[in-house]
């Protein structure tokens, strides 16, 4: 069965800092993955999604990559500002299947 | 506003009642799906419909009933309410069964007494 794991559960950085999330899932055989946004007390905000056959996809100061035969995928975020202070979540949607397997989350602060 | 609406918010409720959330969808997707958040924030899927037809039925006790009246809209119905059941109930919709972009509404914050 699909696992994803996220490292670390929880970061802090200085803001204008780049830093990197990282998301690890077992089965190679995924359809796409999907790194979303959570808010505290708010719903998720997909930020990328990146299909299997592609490396890596790009959304202003946000980039991912996929090395699906290694089973890893990272968030860059680059100039790093407060509010990109959130829960980030990543999840695979397994090739077969029709719902998302989702990471434990990485809990980023942003300190001004 | 487009969106993913789910209703209410916050629920607090004595154990062994039944409750019910309602979602809707005004984004003409075809597919919904309800997760579940728990204490630990680990999301997981519970159910979802395409075109009103049960698709997923992940591993959940039966006094979980999904009904899906029309594709815009798919409550969730819980029976005989426990502690364990505490936690936060996502909704979310996607275009199509796979491999496109789901996007979530706020979330049913459920407690139990």
């Known amino acids: 069965k699909q696992e994803v794991t996220q490292i670390p559960a929880a970061l802090s950085v200085p803001e204008g800092e780049n830093l990197v999330l990282n998301c690890s899932f077992t089965d190679s055989a995924i359809y796409n993955l999907q790194w979303f946004r959570q808010d505290p007390g708010k719903g998720l905000t997909s930020l990328l999604l990146?299909?299997?056959?592609?490396r890596e996809q790009t959304s202003g100061r946000l980039n991912a990559s996929l090395d699906k035969s290694s089973g890893r995928s990272t968030l860059y975020i680059a100039a790093s500002q407060p509010g990109d202070s959130a829960t980030y979540l990543c999840a695979v949607l397994q090739t077969g299947a029709n719902n998302l397997f989702f990471g434990t989350g990485t809990r980023l602060t942003v300190i001004p | 506003d487009t969106a993913v609406s789910q209703t209410p918010k916050y629920l607090v409720t004595q154990m062994g009642n039944d409750k019910s959330i309602k979602c809707e969808q005004n984004?003409?997707?075809?597919?919904m799906y309800w997760y579940k958040q728990d204490s630990k924030k680990f999301l997981k899927i519970m159910f979802s419909?395409?075109?009103?037809?049960?698709?997923i039925n992940e591993t959940v006790p039966n006094r979980f009933s999904p009904k899906s009246p029309d594709k815009a809209h798919l409550n969730l119905h819980i029976n005989s309410l426990e502690l364990g059941d505490s936690a936060v109930y996502f909704c979310?919709?996607?275009?199509?069964?796979?491999?496109?972009?789901?996007?979530f509404g706020p979330g049913t914050r459920l407690l139990v007494l």
């Open positions: 984004l003409g997707h075809d597919t």
């Open positions: 419909y395409n075109n009103k037809e049960l698709i």
């Open positions: 979310a919709s996607s275009p199509g069964q796979r491999g496109q972009t789901q996007y």
């Open positions: 990146i299909q299997s056959s592609q």
